[in-house]
T-cell receptor
Framework: GAGVSQSPRYKVAKRGQDVALRCDPISGHVSLFWYQQALGQGPEFLTYFQNEAQLDKSGLPSDRFFAERPEGSVSTLKIQRTQQEDSAVYLC????????????FGPGTRLLVL | KQEVTQIPAALSVPEGENLVLNCSFTDSAIYNLQWFRQDPGKGLTSLLLIQSSQREQTSGRLNASLDKSSGRSTLYIAASQPGDSATYLCAVSILETSGSRLTFGEGTQLTVNP
């Protein structure tokens, strides 16, 4: 596709529910990043994939957060037993090569946990 | 830990004015610095990317400078227009072996009044 796409765009979950957020990166992009953006804040790094390998997951806030990219293209961020503090916009970004290329961001998934 | 600060948090100017947004970072060992634009409910759009070896980049009415030794960058917007109204985010990429995560500031919310 022309850009990074994310689905769903909006998700309302009840506390304790599991959610799955999808990211379709730009075709051919090797690197994929997930960020969490709380209201009024800048995005914060969650995790990074190079192809199917998750090379850095140091930003995941708890073991309730899990990300995968099994075939090196589409990625899913899963949040188990959602809490109210998980409410945020989850942004996905991709780049052709991690270090020297700009990251292209998707529109984000806005998650609201009630 | 790298910290990025943006000043001011919000700025309101009349159309046609030239303006400067400021960004500072605590660790000068960066790989590059990017300025992004974020419109409400949308993802991030990369405006300018400055490699650590560069001093500035220009695109149209935008000019970004980088002083790595002092940990500062500025984004200069000439002849501002109402369409420039958005949140502007500064992000640095640090040198690390596992990837190229971005560390963001909290953004400057710009309003250009017609």
């Amino acid at each position: 596709g022309a850009g990074v796409s994310q689905s769903p765009r909006y998700k309302v979950a009840k506390r304790g529910q599991d959610v799955a957020l999808r990211c379709d990166p730009i075709s051919g992009h090797v690197s994929l990043f997930w960020y969490q953006q709380a209201l009024g804040q800048g995005p914060e790094f969650l995790t990074y994939f190079q192809n199917e390998a998750q090379l850095d997951k140091s930003g995941l806030p708890s073991d309730r957060f899990f990300a995968e990219r099994p075939e090196g293209s589409v990625s899913t961020l899963k949040i188990q037993r959602t809490q109210q503090e998980d409410s945020a916009v989850y942004l996905c970004a991709s780049s052709f090569v991690s270090r020297i290329e700009t990251q292209y961001f998707g529109p984000g998934t806005r998650l609201l946990v009630l | 830990k790298q910290e990025v600060t943006q000043i001011p948090a919000a700025l309101s100017v009349p159309e046609g004015e030239n303006l400067v947004l400021n960004c500072s970072f605590t660790d000068s060992a960066i790989y590059n610095l990017q300025w992004f634009r974020q419109d409400p409910g949308k993802g991030l759009t990369s405006l300018l990317l400055i490699q650590s070896s560069q001093r500035e980049q220009t695109s149209g009415r935008l000019n970004a400078s980088l002083d790595k030794s002092s940990g500062r960058s500025t984004l200069y917007i000439a002849a501002s227009q109402p369409g420039d109204s958005a949140t502007y985010l500064c992000a640095v990429s640090i040198l690390e072996t596992s990837g190229s995560r971005l560390t963001f500031g909290e953004g400057t919310q710009l309003t250009v009044n017609p």
